[in-house]
């Protein structure tokens, strides 16, 4: 073979190798509410790690267009490789299109992973699944803590300080309003923003009680659970909320409005310190989060005290049907969770980490160190924030709007909550 020939069997070789290497390149389908900015830092992450892995995220809003967007997949059978998920509820709706996690986790980070995961975390990963089912079917990327977020240079221009009464909360909110800002924004016309302030007041009444109902250990009738529907009209009623509340949306309405500066507090969580990473235009305040500042309800009856941390995972994922059949989704979905992916979800402030043994890198200011460090020592005390039920998250919503609204007094809309749980619980 001449010099001529050999060039061109080369040429070949090359061609083909490059033809082979494209054609084994696979891809991963993602789909979540997860910031479409952050998550493209996750995937660029990933994929200089995996260059062999392409992954196509599909980002939604997450109400109605996620809920939809899934419930039309599920339908149809055409759910993508690795979904959003929170825990309880949600899982629970698609546990039937998800695959087990347990020996692919247990592969990929040791017998004992589970234990490094914090305790309400690994408490709500189990939500709601059938009776002796220890099945893991979504993993969690990312932890919150509920809270009362404020703007600080409102309080300090109105001279208000933070709220340690009930009285004090009515107090601000009026001088709030009357200086024309929105006292406390409330989406109540969101039922997850609406159920996380009720966890808040219930469990200053009774810490872990509606754990207790949901479980069928307590009715959802019992006093305290009353005095906290009772409280949560309240909120209502005293002006603490906003005029118009029942048809507020969180996001996008109320966000942008607090982010302004229109917006005195706001019951949010400690991904609310990602507003810090978002680029302009958002004032100045904003993005050093030295504006903000957080604290939790206080007391709304003389002898309670101020609600306790309420949170666990803020959002993790799941491996579909579809997914168990691509074993890139699963090397997608563990970094993401838990390796490089999540690492840059922790530089952009996101949230708290929902393993042990991670923490933000890069540019952080002081104050935002400090706001996350509260959050990280509040997170493994925290009380649960989820529903292990669809069914009975929905009638916890139905009854909050309808005590809001004045159409439901509180011991008849929990009573339907009641019913709704002896059906669900039967139903296991």
């Not at 290497?21 to 790690?49: G, Y």
Request: aromatic share 10%.
């Amino acid at each position: 073979m001449n010099k001529k020939q050999l060039l061109a069997v080369s040429a070949i070789t090359i061609a083909l190798s490059s033809g082979s290497a494209w054609a084994q390149e696979k891809e991963v389908t993602v789909w979540s509410w997860f910031v479409q900015s952050t998550m493209q830092k996750s995937i660029a992450a990933f994929e200089k790690t995996h260059p062999d892995i392409k992954v196509n995220y599909t980002y939604y809003n997450y109400s109605p267009e996620y809920v939809t967007a899934l419930k039309a997949a599920a339908a149809s059978g055409s759910l993508p490789d690795v979904i959003g998920l929170q825990p309880g509820s949600l899982t629970q709706q698609y546990r039937d299109n998800l695959e087990p996690v347990n020996e692919r986790a247990a592969k990929e980070w040791g017998a004992d992973w589970a234990e490094k995961v914090f305790p309400v975390n690994r408490k709500q990963m189990l939500m709601g699944n059938p009776a002796g089912d220890e099945n893991y079917y979504i993993v969690p990327q990312e932890s919150q803590v509920l809270c009362i977020w404020y703007n600080r240079k409102l309080f300090d221009e109105l001279k208000i300080a933070v709220p340690k009464t009930y009285e004090e909360l009515k107090a601000a909110s009026k001088a709030l309003t009357d200086a024309g800002h929105i006292p406390m924004f409330q989406g109540a016309a969101d039922g997850w923003q609406n159920e996380n302030v009720f966890l808040m007041l219930a469990n200053q009444f009774s810490p872990g009680i509606v754990d207790k109902a949901q479980a069928g250990e307590t009715p959802w009738t019992a006093p305290e659970l009353v005095s906290a529907m009772k409280a949560w009209k309240g909120l209502f009623d005293d002006g603490v909320f906003q005029q118009g509340a029942l048809g507020a949306h969180a996001y996008p309405t109320g966000a942008q409005l607090f982010a302004q500066g229109k917006v005195g507090m706001m019951a949010l969580g400690s991904w609310w310190m990602q507003e810090s990473k978002f680029p302009p235009p958002l004032s100045e305040f904003v993005q050093s989060m030295d504006g903000f500042d957080f604290f939790y309800m206080p007391p709304v009856k003389e002898g309670n005290k101020a609600s306790p941390p309420v949170g666990g995972i803020d959002i993790g994922y799941g491996l579909t049907k579809n997914g168990g059949k691509n074993d890139a989704a699963w090397t997608f979905l563990a970094e993401l969770t838990n390796g490089v992916g999540l690492q840059e979800a922790l530089n952009d402030l996101n949230d708290l980490p929902a393993f042990a043994g991670h923490q933000p890198k890069g540019d952080i200011t002081e104050h935002v160190k400090q706001l996350s460090a509260r959050f990280m020592e509040d997170l493994p005390k925290a009380e649960n924030q989820r529903f292990a039920s669809p069914a009975v998250a929905e009638a916890l919503d139905n009854a909050l709007a309808g005590v809001a609204a004045g159409s439901l007094e509180a011991e008849a809309a929990l009573a339907t909550v009641q019913t709704a749980t002896e059906k669900a619980l039967a139903a296991k």
